[in-house]
């Protein structure tokens, strides 16, 4: 007899409904799929019994409609899990999480798995993943806080004219990220690329020395784009006293036909994007430290040009599509 094991607390697609309840349908629904059906191969209704027997209305599920179920959670426990990686506090939380989707997996596998237990291993897997959110979001939180500490300037001797208010201060600026997309990251030189937008290989670019991304990709730009932005990178270092901060720099093809589906026309159309010449770097879309009107994007601004970094019109505050992080290498 297949033990039922209900998961707590998870905020998944059960948490309105009893546990007691639901225990008690789910070891009858064991019954009857072991005893009666014991096979994928059918629409049964498996509730009907149990149902009536308390009181409610009857509920018909599926073998197929629960597998359906199992595997939508399963791919958004894939995504979730690719989108934090290197993004909670302690990995544990995805490691658990890695762990209910092998087992959802392997549930999905089997002939003769029953559907509470593809039930089951679906609310388990529910669970996982909101844990895993929700130490996303803690660790988003205090990346976004230790960003703006960081980007706060020293406390100015004397009194400048920047506006202190009956409060003490001007509050800082905002440091929430303006981006509400799903991840993009930078990508890696395209192996045997063609050297067309996109699709250029390892020969015509140069890693950037400072940083890499969150997944330990390199920040990729053409050789040329690099070796200036080297140079940049030295005198903005001197005047902030640390290395520029960067977002992303070389998109390949597939990760901009991925973005254009995901974002829309703010994504250009794959085969134009400057990323994709290893001409183009985006610094983090975060307005305290990099937004308009900022110490670090103003002397970008001002500065860049001697290294052969610009801003592109349509990139500007009054442009067609205002990007305050984007910056291009013109040589
Ligand atoms: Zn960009």
């Known amino acids: 007899m297949a033990a039922v094991v209900l998961v707590g607390g998870g905020a998944g697609a059960w948490a309105h ?34 149902d009536a027997a308390v009181g409610r209305a009857v509920t018909v599920t599926t073998r197929d409609a629960a597998g359906a179920a199992l595997a939508a959670v399963a791919e958004q426990a894939r995504s979730t899990l690719a989108a934090t990686e290197g993004k909670v506090e302690d990995d544990a939380v995805r490691q658990a999480l890695a762990a209910v989707l092998a087992e959802a997996d392997a549930a999905s596998a089997a002939p003769g798995a ?19 959110a929700q130490a996303h979001t803690q660790w988003q939180q205090a990346q976004d806080a230790a960003a703006a500490r960081a980007a706060r300037p020293a406390a100015p001797s ?10 003490g201060g001007k509050a800082p600026p905002s440091c929430e990220t303006t981006y509400n997309g799903p991840p993009f990251y930078t990508s ?39 070796a200036a ?11 902030f006293g640390h290395d520029l901060d960067l977002d992303l720099t070389y998109r390949d093809y597939a990760t901009q036909v ?5 974002l829309g026309t703010v994504a250009a159309v794959p085969g134009t994007s400057s990323h994709g010449t290893g ?53």
Do not use: I
């Open 188 to 226: 890696p030189a395209t192996d045997g690329g063609d050297g067309s937008n996109g699709k250029l290989p390892p020969s015509a670019l140069t890693a950037v020395s400072w940083d890499v991304d969150p997944r330990g990709t390199p920040y990729y730009l053409r050789n040329d784009a690099t």
């Open 158 to 167: 004397g009194g400048s004219a920047s506006g202190s208010g009956p409060g």
């Open 229 to 239: 932005l080297e140079r940049l990178n030295v005198a903005f270092r001197a005047r």
């Open 279 to 331: 001409l183009a770097m985006d610094v983090p879309e975060l307005p305290c430290e990099y937004g308009w009107g900022t110490p670090q994007r103003d002397w970008l601004v001002a500065n860049g040009p001697s290294y052969g970094w610009v801003v592109p019109s349509w990139a500007r505050q009054n442009g067609s599509n205002p990007e305050y992080w984007h910056f291009e290498y013109r040589g």
């Open 258 to 262: 991925a973005m254009r589906e995901a």
């Open 17 to 50: 409904v009893d546990r007691r309840e639901r225990e008690r349908d789910e070891q009858a629904a064991v019954v009857r799929v072991d005893d009666a059906v014991g096979s994928w191969d059918g629409d049964v209704s498996l509730w009907g019994a149990s």
């Open 114 to 132: 029953s559907v509470a237990t593809a039930r089951r291993v679906a609310a388990s897997l529910a669970a996982a993943d909101a844990t895993v």
